[in-house]
């Protein structure tokens, strides 16, 4: 079964950068989409960034033109660099996957919906 872990979290003041990796491991014939959601305190999980398998990405409004996702799928991780950092970027971070484990779920199209365990950003002086 697929999992996800994540690194890069922590504690930056605002304008400072992070980067944050997740890389996939376990039983994975291919990924399609990958992608990293966020939770703040009190709200819901959305979207921050996500990129397919064929290279497309999209972006919340909030996070476009200071956040860049890109992959590497020989090593099967996923990144995403954080630049001009906000307070309001303060939020767990979630990195999800769908992950075919298998040539026949890949035919058949069936998938694992795999999230890791999340890591936190802080940004705060």
């Known amino acids: 079964q697929g999992q996800l872990v994540e690194s890069g979290g922590g504690l930056v003041q605002p304008g400072g950068s992070l980067r944050l990796s997740c890389a996939a491991s376990g039983t994975i014939f291919s990924i399609n989409a990958m992608g990293w959601y966020r939770q703040a305190p009190g709200k819901q999980r959305e979207l921050v960034a996500a990129?397919?398998?064929?290279?497309?990405?999209n972006y919340a409004d909030s996070v476009k033109g200071r956040f860049t996702i890109s992959r590497d799928n020989a090593k099967k991780t996923v990144y995403l660099q954080m630049n001009s950092l906000k307070p309001e970027d303060t939020a767990v971070y979630y990195c999800?996957?769908?992950?075919?484990?298998?040539?026949?779920?890949?035919?058949?199209?069936?998938?694992?919906?795999?999230w890791g365990q999340g890591t936190l950003v802080t940004v705060s002086s």
């Open positions: 999800n996957a769908a992950v075919y484990r298998t040539y026949s779920d890949y035919v058949r199209g069936i998938y694992l919906d795999a």
């Open positions: 990129n397919t398998n064929s290279g497309s990405t």
